[in-house]
C-alpha cells in the first residue's frame, strides 16, 4: 500500500520569504499523480499543483514550484514570496488508479 | 454552476442513529469519492465509485454504505453512528479518464460536513 509522509507537522515563515514544505511516499508503482492541496481555515480543499510521475520536468504554478526526485520518492512544494493568503494546512497527496492517499498535512502560517 | 455540493453542513448525532450525506456534483465526472478527515491522519478514502452502478472500498469502509444510482449523486449512509465516526467529510469528483492512473487528478471538492455522533 502507498503511503505519504509529511515530516513537518507546523512551519512558519514571514511575508515575503521563501518557504519549502517536505514530503515523502513510498509506492512500488512507476506511474502516478502527485499532488499539493491547500486547506484555508474556510475548510475548503484547494488543488495547488500537480505532478504526473512520467514528466522529469518540475511542475510550477506561479508562486508554488515542486522538487520532484522520482527516485528519492521525495516531492517537495516551494512557496515563493510568501503571502498572508498562503497560511493554512498543506497535504500532500499520491493518486492511482482512483484512490488518493494523503499525508497528515503541514500547518503554514504566514506572518507579517 | 454549483461543482460539488455536500448537505447537510454539521450535523449532531446520537449512538446508533442512522443518517444520510448527501452528494452531488453538477459536472458530469465519472469519479466520485467520500473521505473523512481526522486530526493528524489526513483525508483518508472511505468509498468511492467510477460510475453509475458502480462503488468500492477505500482505507476505511467499515460502518459506511454507499451507492450510485445516477452520474449525479453519491450518497454516503451511516447505519448506526458510532463516536468513532465524529469527523469531517468530504465528497470529491473527477472526470475519469483513460491515462491508467485514474483520469487527470485533479479531485474538485465540496465543502465538507462536520459530523459529530455523541
Known amino acids: 500500500a502507498q503511503t505519504v509522509t509529511q515530516s513537518q507537522p507546523e512551519m512558519s515563515v514571514q511575508e515575503a520569504e521563501t518557504v519549502t514544505l517536505s514530503c515523502t511516499y513510498d509506492?512500488?508503482?512507476?506511474?502516478?499523480?502527485l499532488f499539493w492541496y491547500k486547506q484555508p481555515p474556510s475548510r475548503q480543499m484547494i488543488l495547488v499543483i500537480r505532478?504526473?510521475?512520467?514528466?522529469?520536468q518540475n511542475a510550477t504554478e506561479n508562486r508554488f514550484s515542486v522538487n520532484f526526485q522520482k527516485a528519492a520518492k521525495s516531492f517537495s512544494l516551494k512557496i515563493s514570496d510568501s503571502q498572508l493568503g498562503d497560511t493554512a494546512m498543506y497535504f500532500c497527496?499520491?493518486?492511482?488508479?482512483?484512490?488518493?492517499?494523503f499525508g497528515a498535512g503541514t500547518i503554514l502560517r504566514v506572518k507579517s | 454552476n454549483a461543482g460539488v455540493t455536500q448537505t447537510p453542513k454539521f450535523q449532531v448525532l446520537k449512538t446508533g442513529q442512522s443518517m444520510t450525506l448527501q452528494c452531488a456534483q453538477d459536472m458530469n465526472h465519472e469519479y466520485m469519492s467520500w473521505y473523512r478527515q481526522d486530526p493528524g491522519m489526513g483525508l483518508r478514502l472511505i468509498h468511492y465509485s467510477v460510475g453509475a452502478g458502480i462503488t468500492d472500498q477505500g482505507e476505511v469502509p467499515n460502518g459506511y454504505n454507499v451507492s450510485r444510482s445516477t452520474t449525479e449523486d453519491f450518497p454516503l449512509r451511516l447505519l448506526s453512528a458510532a463516536p468513532s465516526q465524529t469527523s469531517v467529510y468530504f465528497c470529491?469528483?473527477?472526470?475519469?479518464?483513460?491515462?491508467?492512473?485514474?483520469?487527470?487528478?485533479?479531485?474538485?471538492f465540496g465543502e465538507g460536513s462536520r459530523l459529530t455522533v455523541l
Open positions: 497527496a499520491f493518486m492511482k488508479y482512483y484512490k488518493l492517499v
Open positions: 470529491a469528483s473527477s472526470y475519469s479518464g483513460t491515462s491508467g492512473v485514474g483520469g487527470t487528478g485533479e479531485l474538485f
Open positions: 505532478q504526473e510521475a512520467y514528466k522529469q
Open positions: 509506492t512500488s508503482e512507476s506511474n502516478y499523480y
